[in-house]
Nanobody, 123 residues
């Protein structure tokens, strides 16, 4: 099992920035891929960004390209999401996810999920 704990969410004005963190524990060898997803009220969960352990594969949703940056610190078993130029439509619960299987990188089929952290962007 892998446990994922997110932090860093909060309330920010449009145009502002936030940095989300996710720390993995347990069977961390299963975290070949780590990613971020989000779910806005009344909407389905959607992919935001993901990154392989080596960093040779990084994928972003079109809606966040150029504004969000994903990074990893493998020594700390952690993944981060730097969110800049935030918009009200970025408001959502953000979830960290991890999986051993590299092919799931931009899908919803991750085995391990965190509990989520709320991000609210005011206009």
């Amino acid at each position: 099992q892998v446990q994922l704990v997110e932090s860093g969410g909060g309330l920010v004005q449009a145009g502002g920035s936030l940095r989300l963190s996710c720390a993995a524990s347990g069977r961390t060898f299963s975290t070949n891929v780590m990613g971020w997803f989000r779910q806005a009220p009344g909407k389905e969960r959607e992919f935001v960004a993901a990154m392989s352990r080596s960093g040779d594969r990084i994928v972003y949703a079109e809606s966040v390209k150029g504004r969000f940056t994903i990074s990893r610190d493998n020594a700390k078993n952690s993944v981060y999401l730097q969110m800049n130029s935030l918009k009200p439509e970025d408001t959502a619960v953000y979830y960290c996810a991890a999986d051993y299987r590299l092919p799931v990188i931009s899908t919803m089929n991750y085995n391990y999920w965190g509990q989520g952290t709320q991000v609210t962007v005011s206009s």
